[in-house]
């Protein structure tokens, strides 16, 4: 059979941040297999990026998802031959399929399937044993984190595989030290962002302003971030703009990159179980990453395993200011900028996570 995969889901994977450029990421560096994407009509409207050769399918949701009798009844040669889902979205016709068909199911375990499913039905059907069903079901799981993994009831733990989100990459090398620098830190944050961190960007500006540092905001929520913002005068907005572009604005602009994360409150079961594709994709600018994030949480506890220079464990403005301080100093910066780079070079290869997805892609 010619190897043929198919992405259930309701987007359209495609270049950019978030979910959907990491399905992407894969499914572009794959060689010598078909691709389908089968998503929501609504999200099938720019198709630049996306390789001519995938086969895009628009389906209407409707009922628990959105795949008709028609898709069901497609001929035995145009079948794929794996399904890969990204759980949590559509995730139910993905398993259903994969029955139906006897192909094997793989998942895409990011975050909690809370975050992502949205009709009620789906929501129910999901918290009432679906979610244990399509995961006992699955030929195999790549889980961003132990602790998501481990939330789960998975009978058969040998399908389960930790992989980090896959970045974009480096290009156009790294950051140098600047002596501008010194004057005061220039502290970026980019990438969508859930209203309750606007409290970690005004506690940080407020930090930075004492010691004349200035921090510079990029996300499709600019005009909701400078309204909740107003009143600090070193805060910048940049119009968010494609990945490549946008790393390469932060290093020319800043000097040091923030990766906050919730320290409690709405973003508890977001923060507990996920790890932050942010901090992948900018260690490869190869300035140093800032992690503010609260202890016992996947990302924190990565943080204190490699030492991590950038990680503060708390929100207190006295310490983020004396910490910042610390930034402008060369020395101290090259140290934290070398950690980005091993990183960006080691774990966080996109390559390297690659050649482990492809080489757990076939199951035997």
Known sequence: MKRHILFVGT??????????PIVYRHLKRLKDWQISIIADRGSVRDLEGIPAHWKIIEAPRHGFGFLGPAYERLPENERPSHIINYFGINSLSACYLSKKWGVPLLILLQDPWEIWARSWIEWYRMKNGGADIILNHASRIWAVSEALADRYRVRNRQVIRIMRPIPEGN??????????FKKGPTAGFSGSFRLHEINYLRTIAAALEKINGSLIVTTTKNRIAKILLWGHSNVTFEEPSGIEA?????????????????FGGAGNLWRSFTFPSKLIEFAHTGLPVIILAPQGVPVSDWAKEH???????TLDAGRISAFFQQVKDKEFWTKMAQQSRDAASGEFDPEKIQAQFESELVVK
């Open 307 to 313: 030492k991590w220079l950038g990680y503060l464990d």
């Open 246 to 262: 946008r790393l390469a604005s932060l290093k020319a602009r800043v000097d040091c990159v923030l990766v906050p994360f919730c």
């Open 11 to 20: 987007f359209l994977p495609s270049p950019g941040f978030g979910s959907s």
């Open 171 to 180: 290009s156009g090398g790294f950051t140098e030290w600047r002596e501008e």
